[in-house]
């Protein structure tokens, strides 16, 4: 059996990156066997977010081997059953992350050499860009080389289909089980004749953002943080010619930066993410407070109230969105989406507008997948900060848009200012028409696999009869598959009065998430409601934590 050390060799005479190559001479030179396990012991899976891991050598990090890898996979999966390589076509994308360009280039030189027509984008554009162009230009697949808002240390492998969405099973298997049997990368057929896209694909891309429910109101002023990421200049120009003023920008994070130094995090939700921008916005005296995250596919808001700027939560936006988006498009074939993690606010905003709503699974390829043939998407969201906003049509982009919905918001903004009001007024008055929906999170790190999968099953096992005083009512074992969704690592709690809990390990991060939300009808005041329920989340929080330390 071949030991790290020998793997270590063997990928050093296929690796075509001196830089890994000299990482990788001074691991052995050393005798390091940790950084040798570390990096030969297991390997980065390709799975429906394709790949995503910290950069450096050997196959459980990022790097020009595991792309071309992963490149070599796709093209034997686009060309299985024999289909003629000169009609099988690729678009690739990608952002300003440390070896993002390189690995693009090296995709397409994979591709190309394996007889496909590709398209590289012009310059690192945002992941909604690269999304859209799928579709525009009729592709049968697409890659997007960006880690979104990881660290900066890690960079990432993302593949969408023909639809312009992400992949979703089985096709992350059977490309994965492809790049399984891919030889040494030395011994690749390299092609050079790829196209280089122009800015005609921005222009169109700009276009189809016409499309959405912009109304007519444009008075709203907007600080904007792009988070050192790709998304600043699209946005800018999306505003512009779209009639809106032009959004005051966090100058200090305005350029892409791959090393993010203004951030621990280049996250919008994370602690001081946004100190920069919330900065801004009140020196600006700014109605609205922009975020989108590295890649531009996220996007944060933060509104302007009586008590200052403050951070509207994912939940907030989606169901401001919905709204909109209903009052803005006709037809009973309209559909909303959200995750089983996200609000269940959606599901009565579609209720009470008389149109279609389903639940998905995480992940915004299974909000795009969501729903029957017949129906017609209009809008979707996750409460990650991830919208797809459409038009009648539908949404231009089979993805999240950041750039999209921060345009959606704006016009909201100015739409509600020209009646005297803020969005902050708009979702009191969803709380008093639907009860106030309050959610939060709870993330759990926890480095040892198995303390994870032991949590998981004590949570099955022992299941608590009550949280934060409200009763048990229900236990569903995502696993086992519920209302038509595919089986997944989880369980949904339904507490007494609407409330629930989703328990889930993430699929990027060794972390057990925590979904909570509690449902407080408004008999008096909104305020006295929000009170209330922060009171609720906070207890159903604290007892969770602690059944869930045990393990």
Known sequence: MATNKDLAEAWLAQDPDPRTRDELRAILDAGDEAALAGRFGRKLEFGTAGLRGELGAGPNRMNRVTVMRAAAGLAARLLRGGTDPAAASVVIGYDARHGSARF????????TGAGLTVSLMPRPLPTPVLAFAVRRLGADAGVMVTASHNPPRDNGYKVYWGDGAQIVPPLDEEISAAIDVVGPVDRLPLGKDWTLLDDDIVEDYLDALAGL??????????AYTPLHGVGRDVLLRAFERAGFPTPAVVAEQGDPDPDFPTVSFPN??????????????????????????????????GVSGPDGLRMLTGDEVGALLAEHVLRHT?????????????????????????????????????IIKAGAREDRLVFGYEEALGYSVGGQDGPPVHDKDGIGAALTVA????EARCGGRTLLDLLDDQARRYGLHATAQLSLRMDDPGRIAAAMGRLRESTPAALGGRTVEVVEDLARGI???????????????????????????????????????????????????AADLSGVRAELGEVLAQA
Request: a negative charge; hydrophobic letters at 45%; glycine letters at 10%.
């Open 330 to 366: 006709a037809g009973a074939d309209r559909l909303l989406v959200t995750t089983i993690v996200s609000s269940s606010l959606l599901g009565k905003i579609a209720e009470e507008h008389g149109v279609r709503f389903a639940e998905s699974l995480t992940g915004f390829k299974w």
């Open 104 to 111: 693009a280039e090296d995709t397409a030189a994979v591709l």
């Open 213 to 222: 429910p912009l109304g007519e109101a444009r008075e709203v002023s907007v």
């Open 411 to 414: 016009a909201l903004a100015a």
């Open 483 to 533: 209302d038509g969704l595919p089986p997944a690592e989880g369980l949904r709690l339904r507490l007494a009065g609407g409330a629930r809990v989703v328990v889930r390990p993430s699929g990027t991060e060794p972390k057990l998430k925590c979904y909570l939300e509690v449902v407080v009808p408004v008999a008096g005041t909104v305020a006295a409601a929000r009170t209330a329920a």
């Open 268 to 301: 919008p939700e994370e602690p001081g993410a946004m100190d920069l921008a919330l900065a801004l916005g009140r020196s600006t005296g700014a109605d609205l407070v922009v975020a989108n995250d590295p890649d531009a596919d996220r996007c944060a808001v």
